[in-house]
């Protein structure tokens, strides 16, 4: 089993910038890949960014390209997502998940159904 908490959600006004954060613990050595979803109030969970715990590659939906960041400490089993240029419709609960599937180990998922473990999610909210 995996567990994951993420942490370092909140208010912030548009423009602004927040860093999340997903510490696992449990059976770390079985994750191959983290990803980071949203669901927004009235709307279905969707993907966000994604990291390969093996060589690092990482994946991002288009809607956050060259605004979120997703990174990795290895040695702290956590991942982060560094969020900047913040906008209104970046409002919505953060969720981290890891998949612990090797086939993921180069080949990130991008889909919810394909991750095993979920964190309880941190509300981010970006006034206007």
């Known amino acids: 089993q995996v567990q994951l908490v993420e942490s370092g959600g909140g208010l912030v006004q548009a423009g602004g910038s927040l860093r999340l954060s997903c510490a696992a613990s449990g059976r770390t050595l079985s994750i191959y890949a983290t990803g980071w979803f949203r669901q927004a109030p009235g709307k279905e969970r969707e993907f966000v960014a994604a990291i390969s715990w093996s060589d690092g590659n990482t994946y991002y939906a288009d809607s956050v390209k060259g605004r979120f960041t997703i990174s990795r400490d290895n040695a702290k089993n956590t991942v982060y997502l560094q969020q900047n240029s913040l906008r209104p419709e970046d409002t919505a609960v953060y969720y981290c998940?890891?998949?612990?599937?090797?086939?993921?180990?180069?080949?990130?998922?991008?889909?919810?159904?394909?991750?095993?473990?979920w964190g309880q999610g941190t509300q981010v909210t970006v006034s206007s």
């Open positions: 998940a890891a998949a612990d599937e090797e086939a993921y180990k180069t080949v990130v998922p991008t889909t919810a159904y394909k991750y095993d473990y």
